[in-house]
């Protein structure tokens, strides 16, 4: 993509509240994580994944969603996303007045057994029923489905591009909204990240419409980067860059969403969000979170004097 030609703008959608805490062991209370929401909200952030509705026995750290769903609804223009694992969560989902839910389909056979129990077409089942289960109620919610491990898996390995096509035909003719594309164990790479992009978006069009990268081999950055050359503007993000499957051995480390906006925001795209109370998220949201693992170059680093006299000027 020429440089005359990048976006003015991208979306970030801040996926902390599940994706980051659903790897760590610790319960953040209610109020903290509410405290978390508003201020990623008046950061500028108007997506947040708040939770999942999975049985608090599996995952007792979200176990709080539907009154995070409530409390991000009371915020103007948020946009209030909650993940599902199967009909029963969606239903939860429908009556929690969320406005997405993200159904995540495994590519990798294998991921898709660890994670969810099920081969990836009794997934493609699961969401065809939800489908028609939303049509039922007459739900205004809308459906994303995230291709996850679609880069390469830490349990079978080599992800084969034929099958993520395959995949991604079989829910776009369920009639789901979006789409997207997640390297949920940070196997891919710039050419790899650019080549699968264009392949589906030549089946997909507007609907691919979300890249989801991990940093755990350091090419983070360089795959949203890649993703953005072949089209996508919106991008999954985690505060710190915590976060990860718990069925993907090694799948440490979303994106910092700290490093996103300063990685935009330095080439002179749109990203709504105020750097300074983004930091400020992070620096209390690391208090309470003393003890594991943060990550994010930008956090430590800071923005460079030369960007900040640019603002200044301009």
């Known amino acids: 993509m020429p440089s005359n030609s990048w976006p003015p703008a991208v979306v970030l959608r801040e996926v902390g509240p599940r994706d980051g805490l659903q790897s760590i062991a610790r319960i953040l209370p209610t ?51 909650v993940l599902v694992p199967n009909l029963k969560g969606a239903e939860n989902a429908m009556d929690s007045g969320a406005d997405w839910m993200l159904l995540p389909l495994s590519v990798s056979h294998a991921h898709c057994l660890a994670n969810l129990r099920k081969t990836p077409d009794a997934v493609v089942d699961e969401i065809a029923a939800i489908v028609a289960r939303r049509r039922e109620r007459g739900s205004p919610i809308r459906l994303e489905v995230g291709l996850s491990t679609a880069f390469g898996c830490t349990l079978q390995g080599r992800v084969e591009v034929a099958e993520v096509l395959r995949l991604a035909r079989s829910v776009l003719a369920l009639g789901v909204d979006r789409i997207g594309l997640a390297d949920t164990v940070g196997y891919g790479d710039p050419r790899q990240v650019g080549e699968l992009f264009a392949a589906v978006r030549a089946i997909a069009g507007d609907r691919l419409a979300c890249g989801h990268f991990h940093d755990t081999r350091g090419l983070g950055l360089a795959n949203v980067m890649a993703a953005l050359q072949a089209g996508e503007t919106r991008f999954d993000a985690c505060l710190a860059g915590i976060g990860g499957c718990p069925h993907a051995p090694g799948s440490s480390g979303n994106v910092a969403t700290e490093d996103l906006v300063y990685l935009f925001r330095s080439m002179g795209i749109a990203t709504g969000i105020d750097f300074d109370r983004l930091q400020a998220v992070r620096r209390t949201v690391a208090q309470w979170l003393e003890g594991e693992t943060l990550h994010g170059s930008i956090a430590r680093a800071g923005l460079p004097k030369s960007l900040r006299a640019a603002e200044a000027v301009a």
């Open 31 to 81: 109020a903290q994580k509410r405290e978390w929401i508003r201020g990623a909200w008046e950061a500028g952030i108007r997506e947040i994944e708040v939770g999942s509705f999975v049985p608090a026995r599996l995952l007792p750290q979200l176990a709080d969603t539907a009154e995070l769903v409530a409390f991000g609804k009371t915020l103007p223009g948020l946009t209030v996303s």
